[in-house]
């Protein structure tokens, strides 16, 4: 679904974010995208999602180039950034009608989707309100629907738990793998290894813009824990 | 608390500015600051020269002795009419209002720090001003000493009390509409009603009585112009008497009196400062939604929807960049309603009805391509940009709908501008149609070509809303390039009034279209 082959980015001062980064992220997968603050997550993420330019190296996403086929990329993906920033001005459900008149999704589609997320999230009585009255989780939670909208075969979260309750974490975590049963993958990275370590079947570990780590949670962490194996290559790495 | 304000200011000055960036040596804002520097620099120095010319001709009058209280007049009329709408942005609107007031300062400061910004870049222009005519000043009345303290107290007071008022104002329309449920809806309209207030009452102060000017007594003419511009603006006597009569008590009164301002909007607004920010940024919320008939839409329209939503939300996008469009439609009425006598008498120009029909059209079209809403519209997408950069939406589509925002607000004033011209004038059939063509190939030529400045220009990392619509270069480019393009034919048809002006109509008109097309495929072509 995923295919990064030879990105690199390089920010202002010549420092790469991301150096060389290779990985293959597989219809079905839920890919866990581990490192510390700074390693270059949220860099790739924005590459692969069409929000940051690059020269160096191609992501393809189910067979297309982000850089040459930007639109039929996007068609088939949803993003879910770190803080989303919504339309303020926007209420709830004005915001989702955006999103399905955008991906063309049916009326009854669009009904039955939005109603079965918004019970879901438990937000469906605050859809009609504008979204600047929202706190952080429901607007993470407003983006998560709007995300799911036209059934992606792609979904790529940058630290998609940080401000949901637990409620609504698990509700995520039974979405994902109920995306990942029907043949469509999770790109995400999270800082929480045990959410990884649960719900990843694949993890990669990126270390000052390197891969450090990338393969089958269960083959990587054998007999240790996601976290110990994250200290000792990131350890290991300086 | 003095010290905490500097303080808070300079924050505010490094924030604003994006200082730290501006001394990265490569960095595209620091190139873009510069061209735009220069630009501004530009601007400054016609204003000086234009300054200069004004208080030259007063003195070659041999009434030098009006300079002081017209420059003060001036410079007070201009700060109060650019600041109102400022004000609320400024005070209120800034993005970090929740990290500074949890810090320990107390609100007074935090209140101060925020009017000093305004002041000091509303005093900039001060200087621009009042340099240059007290210049001119020194130059025909060889005044003592005592002028130079007089006049350099005068160009670092002459905004104060105008910043003050118009703050106060613009805190008063908040505080007044953050009562109501719809608090925006209600700042809108309260500004406007006091916009066209303003425009009235100077529309009926710039009526002089003409009759009674008798060009060749120059003194009493001076004396006629002080009394207009004493009873403009009060505390320009004081000034006046300061520099004419080397009067001290005037000077400590004008000083005394502005100080008071800042002192009393200071206090004042202080009390009510938290109570207001929390009022206007908290919402009612009914939580009672309930899913029904969804409609859809195409992706333009579901564009057009959210950015219009978007024009209207904003208190200071309505107000400055909308601006244009209101001044057009009380143009509009205006040349409508009034007889040909009252024209002239307004517009100060003789026999105007013939010449008017030759250039009406393009001086509306240059009021109306002020209404530049595109100069703005895509810095506007700030921290939302990630939306529209992660979606599958084209470029075209995405300006398309930015445009037709533009063209929402402006085409109509501009078709009712061809009917009411037509039922006015009883013209040729060329005219005729020419009412309607220029305004509305304006509206386009505006329209794209802010989007075009905004393109190069873009600034999406803003604290406040305000910085963008109010002080960014897009939004003074954009809406300045309009009536530059509309001028210029004016002046053409001016000069060469022996050519039929029709020709010139349509030989612009097409020109202006091809600028626009030419403008318009170049944006389609830009990637977000």
Same mark, same amino acid.
Request: hydrophobic share 35%.
């Given at each position: 679904m995923i295919e990064i082959k030879n990105f690199s980015k390089s920010y202002k001062g010549g420092k790469?974010?991301?150096?060389?980064l290779n990985l293959k992220v597989e219809a079905g997968d839920i890919f866990g995208f581990i490192g510390h603050n700074g390693a270059g997550k949220s860099t790739t993420i924005k590459a692969i999602v069409g929000i940051l330019d690059f020269e160096e190296g191609d992501i393809f996403i189910d067979g297309r180039s982000v850089k040459e086929k930007p639109m039929e990329c996007k068609r088939i993906t949803a993003y879910i950034p770190d803080n989303p920033d919504l339309? =303020?001005? /926007?209420?709830g459900i004005q915001f989702l009608n955006f999103i399905g008149d955008v991906f063309q999704v049916s009326r009854e589609e669009r009904e039955e989707r939005i109603q079965r997320y918004a019970d879901g999230f438990e937000i469906t009585g605050a859809l009609g309100d504008l979204i600047s009255s929202y706190s952080h989780g429901m607007k993470q939670k407003l983006a998560i629907i709007s995300a799911l909208l036209h059934k992606p075969k792609l979904l790529v979260l940058d =630290?998609?738990?940080?401000? /949901?309750d637990p409620k609504a974490a698990l509700n995520l975590k039974n979405i994902m793998k109920e995306i990942c049963k029907e043949g469509n993958s999770v790109f995400f990275s999270t800082h929480v290894l045990e959410v990884a370590e649960k719900l990843c079947n694949k993890v990669a570990i990126i270390n000052q813009g390197k891969l450090v780590a990338c393969g089958e949670t269960k083959e990587l962490i054998q007999n240790t824990t996601l976290e110990n194996l994250f200290m000792e290559v990131v350890e290991h790495d300086k | 608390m003095i010290s905490n304000s500097m303080l808070l200011l300079k924050i505010l000055f490094l924030n604003q500015f994006k200082i730290n960036e501006l001394k990265e040596k490569d960095s595209k804002y620091r190139r873009n600051v510069i061209l735009v520097g220069i630009s501004i620099i530009i601007v400054f120095v016609m204003m000086a020269v234009y300054s200069f010319a004004i208080g030259w001709s007063l003195g070659v009058m041999g009434i030098a002795k009006v300079i002081p209280g017209y420059g003060i007049t001036i410079v007070s009329l201009i700060t109060l009419f650019f600041s109102i709408f400022k004000s609320n942005g400024i005070l209120f609107g800034m993005k970090d209002y929740d990290m500074i007031v949890a810090l320990p300062f107390r609100t007074r400061t935090i209140v101060a720090s925020r009017f000093l910004y305004m002041y000091i870049m509303n005093t900039l222009f001060a200087l621009v001003i009042m340099i240059p005519l007290g210049l001119v000043y020194y130059m025909f009345e060889k005044p003592t000493s005592f002028f130079f303290f007089t006049w350099f107290c005068g160009i670092f007071l002459s905004t104060l009390l105008p910043t003050a008022l118009a703050a106060m104002i613009g805190g008063l329309i908040a505080y007044i509409a953050s009562h109501f449920k719809y608090t925006n809806v209600v700042s809108i309209l309260l500004s406007l009603a006091l916009v066209i207030g303003i425009i009235l009452s100077s529309m009926s102060l710039g009526s002089m009585d003409e009759s009674s000017t008798d060009l060749s007594r120059f003194t009493q003419l001076g004396e006629q112009i002080s009394k207009q511009i004493n009873s403009v603006y009060p505390p320009s006597e004081l000034f006046e008497k300061a520099i004419n009569n080397q009067d001290i008590a005037a000077l400590l009164s004008f000083i005394i009196i502005s100080v008071a301002w800042y002192v009393l909007f200071v206090q004042v607004l202080s009390l009510k400062y938290k109570s207001i920010h929390t009022a206007i940024f908290t919402h009612s919320t009914k939580s009672n939604y309930k899913i029904q008939n969804l409609k859809t839409s195409s992706v333009l329209k579901a564009l057009y929807r959210k950015e219009i939503k978007r024009f209207f939300s904003s208190y200071a996008y309505v107000l400055n960049v909308g601006m244009g469009a209101i001044m057009a439609f009380i143009m509009v009425i205006a040349v409508f309603v009034l007889n040909p006598e009252q024209l002239e008498r307004i517009a100060k120009i003789p026999n105007i009805q013939n010449m008017l029909i030759k250039i009406i059209a393009f001086v509306f079209s240059a009021v109306i391509a002020m209404s530049c809403t595109t100069s703005v519209a895509l810095s506007l997408e700030g921290k939302n940009l990630w939306i529209l950069k992660s979606l599958p939406i084209g470029t075209k589509t995405i300006m398309n709908s930015k445009i037709l925002v533009n063209l929402t607000i402006t085409i109509p004033i501009a078709i009712l501008f061809g009917i009411l011209m037509n039922l006015k004038w009883k013209t040729d059939f060329i005219t005729r149609i020419m009412l309607f063509i220029i305004p509305i190939i304006y509206s386009i030529l505006s329209a794209v070509w802010g989007m075009f400045i905004n393109i190069k220009l873009p600034n999406?990392?803003?604290?406040?809303e305000t910085t963008v619509i109010k002080q960014g270069m897009s939004s003074a480019i954009g809406m300045l390039g309009g009536p530059v393009f509309a001028i210029v034919p004016v002046l053409i048809i001016l000069a060469f009034q022996t050519v039929p002006y029709q020709i010139f109509h349509i030989v612009i008109t097409l020109i202006v279209a091809g600028i626009a097309w030419l403008l318009y495929r170049n944006i389609i072509k830009y990637q977000l």
């Open positions: 790469k974010a991301v150096d060389n339309y =303020e001005h /926007l209420t =630290e998609p738990f940080v401000g /949901l | 999406y990392d803003w604290e406040s």
